[in-house]
């Protein structure tokens, strides 16, 4: 694993060849009659054919057999993932989660496909438009069975225990602090290491991309030379018990047996890939002078609507920095916000609710619905003596924001016991400071 390679640059045209095969790119074609070392070669579009070219997404992959050989797919009746939005009443409130539980092996192996389960969304796939919060709980590697999401894409944030994911485009290891995208249609098995967990989100109908900087200038937040796609690797190996196909498919999983392994490209070029990144890259900006910045400064990836400055949804961090801010309350501000706001930590400790708020757990405030620090964080910020200070050290938090009302899956509220229902009390100490006497 330490050996893995990598190619740099977010959304670039890139070119692999497996080094045991060389010269297995075609040059100067794409479709020849015959293809190097007799590979089948299959084009991967993530976008229409006639899209502009800085949104036209596609790469072709040199196999040794396509993709379409398999038996038919079947429904897969073990799934937890869902887009039904209206199997249970919404709920207005500001709801937390404490760590979600992970399953113990032996007696209850759980890998990346049988742990995933939906926790929040909006929108639908058939649409194409929409957006998951999905939680994935597992403790044992896939063996002999891969998924691709026929829904849209998914941004990939473990928070305990890494990943190694095998992809038609090669290998990456993601492990806690980094995030990866599979993209939609983009075949990948999950090889994990003991008790594992993390958080996963959905969009339907966009890719991610980075944020425009605006007048920030050409450098700063997510730099693109940081981002990493693997290299091109294969193994042409039979699996006479039968391979699992898994493919997400209109919000359900269904499952087509074939009897050798997907991971067979030889040789790849293209700009849709699979990618990675690493949180401690990015570049923070921040107020250095008065007041706090909007957490939008902190944006790695966005998934844009039609509307200008209008996210599907966004990928924010809150990564260490300093905080010089004069006359100001520094923690998050006080908030009723037009977009859905869902939060997890990853390690560390939330500076506006240093308690209840853990690793592995979660919240969401949804529309319009008030957030913001709790009391203790508010009387001690109130009262701090503001000097340069280092703010979340050792802390990883994040937000999955999006534009749409998002809706609490049944497993969310009930099934999956790990509603924190005492929430709203960490708001309940804060008392009046008017004094109309004393300005």
Same mark, same amino acid.
């Given at each position: 694993?330490?050996?893995?390679?990598?190619?740099?640059?977010?959304?670039?045209?890139?070119?692999?060849?497996?080094?045991?095969?060389?010269?297995?790119?075609?040059?100067?074609?794409?479709?020849? $009659?015959?293809?190097?070392?007799?590979?089948?070669?299959?084009?991967?579009?993530?976008?229409?054919?006639?899209?502009?070219?800085?949104?036209?997404?596609?790469?072709?992959?040199?196999?040794?057999?396509?993709?379409?050989?398999?038996?038919?797919?079947?429904?897969?009746?073990?799934?937890?993932?869902?887009?039904?939005?209206?199997?249970?009443?919404?709920?207005?409130?500001?709801? =937390?989660?404490?760590?979600?539980?992970?399953?113990?092996?032996?007696?209850?192996?759980?890998?990346?496909?049988?742990?995933?389960?939906?926790?929040?969304?909006?929108?639908?796939?058939?649409? =194409?438009?929409?957006?998951?919060?999905?939680?994935?709980?597992?403790?044992?590697?896939?063996?002999?069975?891969?998924?691709?999401?026929?829904?849209?894409?998914?941004?990939?944030?473990?928070?305990?225990?890494?990943?190694?994911?095998?992809?038609?485009?090669?290998?990456?290891?993601?492990?806690?602090?980094?995030?990866?995208?599979?993209? $939609?249609?983009?075949?990948?098995?999950?090889?994990?290491?003991?008790?594992?967990?993390?958080?996963?989100?959905?969009?339907?109908?966009?890719?991610?991309?980075?944020?425009?900087?605006?007048?920030?200038?050409?450098?700063?937040?997510?730099?693109?030379?940081?981002?990493?796609?693997?290299?091109?690797?294969?193994?042409?190996?039979?699996?006479?018990?039968?391979?699992?196909?898994?493919?997400?498919?209109?919000?359900?999983?269904?499952?087509? $047996?074939?009897?050798?392994?997907?991971?067979?490209?030889?040789?790849?070029?293209?700009?849709?890939?699979?990618?990675?990144?690493?949180?401690?890259?990015?570049?923070?900006?921040?107020?250095?002078?008065?007041?706090?910045?909007?957490?939008?400064?902190?944006?790695?990836?966005?998934?844009?609507?039609?509307?200008?400055?209008?996210?599907?949804?966004?990928?924010?961090?809150?990564?260490?920095?300093?905080?010089?801010?004069?006359?100001?309350? =520094?923690?998050?501000?006080?908030? =009723?916000?037009?977009?859905?706001?869902?939060?997890?930590?990853?390690?560390?400790?939330?500076?506006?609710?240093?308690?209840?708020?853990?690793?592995?757990?979660?919240?969401?405030?949804?529309?319009?619905?008030?957030?913001?620090?709790?009391?203790?964080?508010?009387?001690?910020?109130?009262?701090?003596?503001?000097?340069?200070?280092?703010?979340?050290?050792?802390?990883?938090?994040?937000?999955?924001?999006?534009?749409?009302?998002?809706?609490?899956?049944?497993?969310?509220?009930?099934?999956?016991?790990?509603?924190?229902?005492?929430?709203?009390?960490?708001?309940?100490?804060?008392?009046?400071?008017?004094?109309?006497?004393?300005?």
């Amino acid at each position: 694993m330490t050996g893995l390679q990598y190619l740099s640059g977010f959304g670039n045209e890139h070119v692999s060849e497996d080094p045991r095969c060389p010269g297995a790119l075609p040059e100067g074609q794409n479709n020849p $009659q015959v293809c190097p070392y007799g590979l089948y070669a299959e084009q991967l579009s993530g976008s229409a054919f006639t899209c502009p070219r800085p949104t036209n997404k596609r790469s072709w992959l040199y196999r040794i057999l396509p993709s379409v050989c398999h038996k038919p797919f079947k429904p897969l009746e073990d799934g937890h993932l869902t887009n039904d939005w209206d199997e249970i009443e919404p709920d207005p409130n500001q709801l =937390r989660w404490k760590p979600f539980e992970i399953p113990k092996a032996p007696h209850n192996k759980t890998d990346f496909v049988s742990g995933l389960y939906t926790l929040c969304g909006a929108g639908e796939p058939r649409g =194409r438009n929409g957006i998951a919060v999905h939680i994935f709980v597992c403790n044992t590697s896939m063996i002999d069975r891969c998924l691709y999401n026929s829904d849209g894409d998914f941004l990939i944030v473990p928070q305990q225990g890494k990943l190694l994911i095998t992809t038609e485009f090669g290998k990456m290891l993601v492990e806690p602090n980094e995030i990866c995208v599979i993209q $939609q249609g983009m075949r990948f098995s999950v090889e994990v290491f003991g008790e594992t967990r993390g958080y996963i989100l959905e969009v339907y109908g966009a890719h991610f991309e980075l944020p425009d900087l605006g007048p920030i200038g050409a450098n700063g937040l997510a730099n693109p030379r940081d981002f990493l796609v693997p290299v091109a690797w294969y193994e042409d190996r039979q699996v006479p018990g039968g391979y699992t196909v898994i493919s997400k498919y209109q919000g359900k999983l269904f499952a087509a $047996q074939q009897d050798f392994s997907p991971f067979n490209v030889v040789a790849w070029h293209g700009n849709y890939t699979p990618y990675k990144y690493h949180l401690e890259k990015f570049m923070v900006i921040n107020a250095v002078a008065f007041d706090h910045a909007d957490p939008s400064i902190f944006t790695v990836l966005t998934a844009k609507t039609t509307r200008a400055g209008v996210a599907l949804a966004d990928f924010v961090i809150f990564p260490p920095r300093w905080g010089v801010a004069n006359n100001t309350f =520094r923690p998050p501000y006080y908030h =009723r916000n037009c977009m859905s706001e869902f939060m997890g930590l990853i390690k560390g400790h939330y500076e506006a609710k240093e308690e209840g708020f853990q690793p592995g757990g979660g919240s969401l405030h949804s529309m319009m619905t008030p957030h913001g620090p709790d009391a203790d964080c508010f009387e001690k910020a109130s009262k701090a003596k503001l000097e340069p200070e280092r703010v979340a050290d050792g802390t990883m938090a994040f937000m999955f924001e999006s534009s749409l009302s998002l809706a609490v899956t049944k497993w969310g509220l009930q099934t999956s016991n790990r509603l924190d229902k005492n929430y709203y009390k960490c708001w309940e100490p804060l008392k009046s400071h008017f004094n109309p006497k004393c300005k």
